[in-house]
């Protein structure tokens, strides 16, 4: 995660997927070798308080293949007021930043050994963050340290 995990940051704040319930396995779709749509979430429990909404998926598990956390996924300037992101979409407004395969937006889960586990990461925000498109995960936890009021996880995993 980007931030220090605490029960207090995950009280309320939500994040969940009709396409699949946490800790289990997302679907075929959205592997990048496939249809590489970003999964349809659902957000809820937006603290008073909030600004935007930060999200990033990333797989911790690449870290053994390809010696890195790998960034699939990073989103930022979210409306507060978001409750739902669809299927290959993203929120009117945000910003996309650079994920590891070197591209702007989503690149869906591709394990080159075997199953990974996937998180994505909500944090609600006290502040919009000031940082251009493109921008990389470094670049996203330095703009948010001192601005997460809540966060939240949603697990899924992939296989080849």
């Known amino acids: ?19 699949f319930d946490d ?22 429990g937006v603290p008073p308080g909030t600004v935007s ?3 990033v998926m990333d797989d911790p598990d690449a870290v053994k293949p390809a010696g890195e956390v790998w960034d699939h996924w990073l989103v930022w300037n979210v409306d507060p007021e978001t409750d739902a992101i669809e299927a290959g979409e993203t929120p ?3 910003v996309e930043g650079t994920n590891s395969y070197g591209e702007r937006g989503y690149g869906g889960p591709n394990p080159p050994d075997g ?11 006290d502040a919009p963050l000031d940082l251009d498109a493109g921008a990389t995960k470094a670049d996203l936890k330095r703009a948010i340290a ?9 697990n899924g ?4």
């Open 53 to 55: 909404l930060a999200l």
């Open 115 to 125: 199953e990974h586990a996937y998180r994505f990461l909500l944090y609600a925000l």
């Open 1 to 19: 995660m980007i931030s220090s995990d605490s029960s207090e940051r995950r009280r309320g704040l939500t994040l969940q997927s009709p396409a």
């Open 23 to 44: 800790g289990s396995p997302i679907p075929r779709t959205h592997g990048y070798a496939t249809e590489n749509e970003s999964p349809p979430l659902r957000i809820g």
């Open 92 to 94: 009117p407004g945000a």
């Open 157 to 160: 995993t992939y296989a080849p």
């Open 146 to 154: 001192g601005h997460v009021i809540a966060e939240t996880q949603l």
